[in-house]
């Protein structure tokens, strides 16, 4: 019944024979623990463990989904149950939960030689051997068959593909004990420690930090690339789901930060059960140069990897977990601040740019990449607030990356500000919240920008035009922020970059009518009334106008209950709203010369 995998008849199980699914689980996880009592590398042994993983896998979920199991892992193993078995491992004399159990077992498999790690060359009588073999996997010291070369581990290794596949079925059964948060409220996950995800990470597993160092060097050492063109078509890549679980895997454990040190915001009876999150003390510690430098090569060459242009089309493989990675660099920033100053010291921190600039400019009108778009620009709000990165910034852009934006030659400040305007403009609805960011980004900058490029100027003037109109200023009480952010960027290049920035100073001048209307705001009651009730006049009558394209780049369209930006372009739900925008914008653009602008700024 489990191994055809039936959603129904699974739940069924659950509810009309619970005792048999308890047992199934009990056996299944006793298998586990069974064959960390010898080697595990004979292929009986070795077939009866993967069985064993796929079912639990596939079972899990349907535990975990029902609130009435939600403490069988972690009650101790029935008494009959560890008498008869008492001679096998010692965890289970010592009656440990059946999630420990569990746990441990899936480590000490991670390290089994000829199944998920090749041998250690022979040495003598060094133990661990072939010459000096150890009796069963818990007495193998683990530190000796780290995964991949990297971060503190420098020996030589030997994988292959049936290592990675091993490697795969057992971090996904261990990626899914830790999707028990999944199962709660987002109140009860943000205030309940996850049990499985916290004990894997503390101090009682002995493989934790091997276990860390094997997943961060596989992750940052994988090259999708390859040296033949189109050999991700003629071979099949293994390694890429181990690296994509591995990334998932130690995002998962990087979140969980309910440390000791905050155990005071859970209560005095949860003290004594948080412990520290080794993996983020481990990460943390990281501090040699030549670590880092491995690291940002890593996330580098992966985030780079959907940019490739060659002059084969397809013949390159490109990964598709670009997401995990920016979460990823978000976690390394912030719990290690040395790398992230390594990385604004750097001239990599533009290829760190670049790419999450595609992704941004790429995801603006998907909806369902908010979150991609939000770690995005929290990762650039973050880098901006040194020094280094916006003197980085001046550096030219040359990059042939594949972005619809208008043709620019200028520097890396330009393309930020170009795909920023464009986010702004052309994002849908959702997106508004992040407006204060990105100007933020910009104003932070600012001081450091030599040489904008025309284009670059035109857009910066054209959000001023857009965010000053009168209707837009008063609908909202924050909404004049976004005006004081443009002005500070306009301030901090005047006052500190005056000589190299001619084509913004030529702009400004061009576009001064929009400073004398901001100078000239009316701000008695009956003015600014007189304004909004204009704009819900307008949206009352609407009428059959044709408008074009550019003018739909910059609508106006918005209702008092709910002020949009007047750059958006989110389409109308019904066909009366279509309509509304559609009379709002050509009257808006026959009142003032302001929309005249608006429409014409894109083309420049």
């Known amino acids: 019944m489990v191994s055809t995998g039936e959603d129904p008849k699974i739940r069924a199980l659950r509810e009309e024979s619970p005792s048999n699914l308890a047992t199934f689980c009990y056996k299944a996880v006793e298998k586990l623990v069974k064959s960390t009592d010898c080697l595990c590398n004979t292929t009986p042994q070795q077939q009866i463990v993967l069985n064993s993983v796929r079912l639990l896998t596939r079972v899990l979920p349907y535990i975990f989904e029902d609130p009435d199991w939600k403490g069988f892992f972690w009650s101790s193993l029935p008494s009959a149950s560890v008498a008869t078995h008492e001679d096998h491992h010692e965890v289970r004399q010592e009656n440990l939960p059946l999630a420990q159990s569990l746990l441990l077992a899936i480590c000490d498999l991670l390290f089994c030689p000829d199944f998920t790690v090749s041998p250690l060359p022979s040495k003598g009588s060094k133990f661990g051997s072939p010459d000096s073999p150890p009796e069963d996997l818990q007495s193998i010291d683990s530190c000796e068959y780290i995964w991949e070369n990297g971060v503190g581990f420098t020996n030589p290794i030997t994988s292959s593909s049936i290592y990675d596949k091993n490697r795969c079925e057992l971090l996904r059964l261990l990626l899914t004990c830790f999707s028990t948060s999944m199962y709660m409220t987002a109140t009860e996950a943000g205030h309940t420690p996850n049990r499985w995800i916290q004990y894997f990470t503390c101090i009682e597993n002995r493989h934790a930090l091997p276990l860390f160092t094997s997943l961060l060097n596989t992750v940052f050492s994988y090259d999708p690339t390859g040296y033949l063109p189109f050999n991700h078509l003629l071979f099949s890549d293994s390694k890429e789901t181990v690296v994509e679980i591995a990334l998932q895997i130690l995002i998962v454990t990087l979140d969980h930060d309910f440390s000791a040190d905050n155990a005071h915001n859970f209560g005095s009876a949860a003290e004594d059960l948080l412990q520290d999150n080794l993996f983020i003390n481990y990460l943390s510690r990281i501090h040699r140069e030549e670590d880092f430098a491995f690291i940002l090569k890593g996330f580098t060459r992966l985030l780079n990897n959907p940019l490739i242009q060659t002059y084969i089309p397809n013949s390159t493989k490109k990964i598709q977990f670009h997401q995990e990675l920016l979460?990823?660099?978000?976690?390394?920033?912030?719990?290690?601040?040395?790398?992230?100053?390594?990385?604004?010291?750097?001239?990599?921190?533009?290829?760190?740019?670049?790419?999450?600039?595609?992704?941004?400019?790429?995801?603006?009108?998907d909806q369902s990449r908010v979150g991609l778009i939000h770690i995005g620009v929290f990762i650039l709000l973050l880098l901006s607030g040194e020094r280094n990165f916006g003197v980085r910034l001046n550096k030219p852009y040359s990059a042939s990356v594949p972005m619809d934006l208008p043709i620019f030659t200028g520097t890396h400040a330009d393309l930020l500000i170009i795909v920023f305007h464009k986010i702004i403009t052309t994002g849908h609805q959702r997106l508004q919240p992040l407006f204060d960011c990105l100007l933020t980004i910009i104003v932070n900058v600012s001081p450091y920008l030599k040489t904008l490029s025309m284009v670059s100027s035109t857009k910066l003037l054209h959000l001023l035009e857009a965010f000053s109109t009168q209707w837009f200023l008063f609908s909202n009480q924050t909404n004049h922020h976004l005006v004081f952010f443009l002005l500070e960027i306009f301030n901090n290049i005047i006052q500190y970059q005056f000589d190299g920035n001619s084509n913004l100073i030529y702009t400004i001048i061009r576009k001064r009518?929009?400073?004398?209307?901001?100078?000239?705001?009316?701000?008695?009651?009956?003015?600014?009334?007189?304004?909004?009730?204009?704009?819900?006049?307008l949206t009352r009558k609407p009428k059959s106008l044709f408008m074009s394209s550019s003018a739909s780049t910059s609508s106006l369209s918005s209702s008092l209950s709910t002020p949009t930006s007047p750059t958006t372009t989110t389409p109308p739900t019904s066909p009366l709203e279509k309509q509304e925008m559609i009379a709002t914008t050509a009257a808006d653009q026959s009142e003032s010369a302001l929309n005249v602008s608006l429409a014409a700024t894109p083309r420049i």
């Not at 100078?519 to 007189?530: E, G, I, M, R």
């Open 327 to 365: 979460v990823l660099f978000w976690k390394v920033c912030d719990y290690n601040k040395k790398f992230m100053f390594y990385v604004l010291k750097s001239s990599d921190v533009l290829d760190v740019l670049v790419p999450i600039l595609y992704h941004l400019n790429d995801s603006r009108g």
């Open 513 to 537: 009518n929009i400073f004398h209307s901001l100078a000239n705001l009316p701000t008695d009651f009956s003015s600014v009334q007189k304004s909004l009730n204009k704009k819900t006049i």
